[in-house]
């Protein structure tokens, strides 16, 4: 079981998962305990499929877009970490919390996850 905790510091490290072509089916935003947990789907080589959750604790802020520009699509097209300036600066509140940062999923339908938090846990699912 592969468990990986990023901050800050480490979420470019995110990048070595390699979630491409990962399956999003659903998103489950917890308001009382800040926490989003997005299970995914991932490809393996030989067509099986290996099952994980992404969960990011401490949420501040998330927008998720449904417009589907380029077509119906579920699939991961890449994944990327900025450090959240977009967002912080419109949220007077966090924006003296140096331990935030975005972490902006790009779907194949051209939709846009982001998410602003200060922790990202990626879980492999044993079945």
């Known amino acids: 079981m592969t468990i990986s905790t990023f901050n800050k510091h ?5 990048q070595d998962l390699n979630l491409h072509d990962a399956e999003i089916a659903k998103i489950t935003c917890d308001y009382n305990m800040h926490r989003i947990e997005i299970p995914v789907k991932l490809c393996r080589d030989n067509n099986s499929y290996k099952e994980a959750v992404i969960i990011f604790e401490d949420v501040q802020y998330a927008d998720i877009s449904f417009y589907e520009p380029w077509g119906a699509g579920i699939y ?22 140096s331990e935030s940062f975005c972490l902006s999923i790009l779907l194949n339908s051209d939709d846009r996850i982001n998410i602003l938090t200060s922790k990202v846990i990626y879980s492999d699912i044993q079945k």
């Open 10 to 14: 480490t979420i470019y490290k995110i």
């Open 76 to 97: 991961i097209n890449e994944v990327n970490v900025n450090d959240g300036t977009d967002i912080i600066n419109r949220l007077v509140e966090y924006q003296r919390n």
